[in-house]
T-cell receptor
Framework: AQSVTQPDIHITVSEGASLELRCNYSYGATPYLFWYVQSPGQGLQLLLKYFSGDTLVQGIKGFEAEFKRSQSSFNLRKPSVHWSDAAEYFCAVGNFGNEKLTFGTGTRLTIIP | SQTIHQWPATLVQPVGSPLSLECTVEGTSNPNLYWYRQAAGRGLQLLFYSVGIGQISSEVPQNLSASRPQDRQFILSSKKLLLSDSGFYLC?????????????FGPGTRLTVT
């Protein structure tokens, strides 16, 4: 069975600093990977996705993520965070023929001035 | 473009009362539909999903049920709510054109059972 681990429950960074949120997955074949963001009281918004090809994918709001098969990781990065990036971030994995996604438990991001 | 709606946005219900949450999708046809629940401070728990009218898969045994009376309508119900049913309920859809596609989420319904 596939699984997703987000080892950091809560991360605090200063506005303008760089950000990296970790995501590790467990799945035998090539996974399809996603990052979502959730602001308080809102639904989830898709930030970016990886299906195949270039392992560095660009998303909305200046985010990017890199798929590293050897490390079973799909970490989310942003060079300079803004106060509006404070939210909960979820990594998710899917695979061919499976109608469901498996979500990580999320990482809450706090931005300090 | 596609849009997903959920209502109500907020609901406060007493223990033992019935529940009906509705989700509708516009701008697409024959989508996969999903119900998730988020308990306070926790991740997403998949409750039900549907690949077509009348086709419901249950992921977690509980006192909730789901129905899909129309192609783009997904309803979450309960006959008698429990305190543990409190949470944030999210509906999502996915295109059936690809089996690996991303899911798109609605704005959610905050349910408080008192």
């Amino acid at each position: 069975a596939q699984s997703v681990t987000q080892p950091d429950i809560h991360i605090t960074v200063s506005e303008g600093a760089s950000l990296e949120l970790r995501c590790n997955y467990s799945y035998g074949a090539t996974p399809y990977l996603f990052w979502y963001v959730q602001s308080p009281g809102q639904g989830l918004q898709l930030l970016l996705k990886y299906f195949s090809g270039d392992t560095l994918v660009q998303g909305i709001k200046g985010f990017e993520a890199e798929f590293k098969r050897s490390q079973s990781s799909f970490n989310l990065r942003k060079p300079s965070v803004h106060w509006s990036d404070a939210a909960e971030y979820f990594c998710a994995v899917g695979n061919f023929g499976n109608e469901k996604l498996t979500f990580g438990t999320g990482t809450r991001l706090t931005i300090i001035p | 473009s596609q849009t997903i709606h959920q209502w109500p946005a907020t609901l406060v219900q007493p223990v033992g009362s019935p529940l009906s949450l509705e989700c509708t999708v516009e701008g697409t046809s024959n989508p996969n539909l999903y119900w998730y629940r988020q308990a306070a401070g926790r991740g997403l728990q998949l409750l039900f999903y549907s690949v077509g009218i009348g086709q419901i898969s249950s992921e977690v045994p509980q006192n909730l049920s789901a129905s899909r009376p129309q192609d783009r309508q997904f309803i979450l119900s309960s006959k008698k709510l429990l305190l543990s049913d409190s949470g944030f309920y999210l509906c999502a859809w996915k295109s059936q054109r690809t089996s690996w596609g991303e899911q798109y989420f609605g704005p959610g319904t905050r349910l408080t059972v008192t």
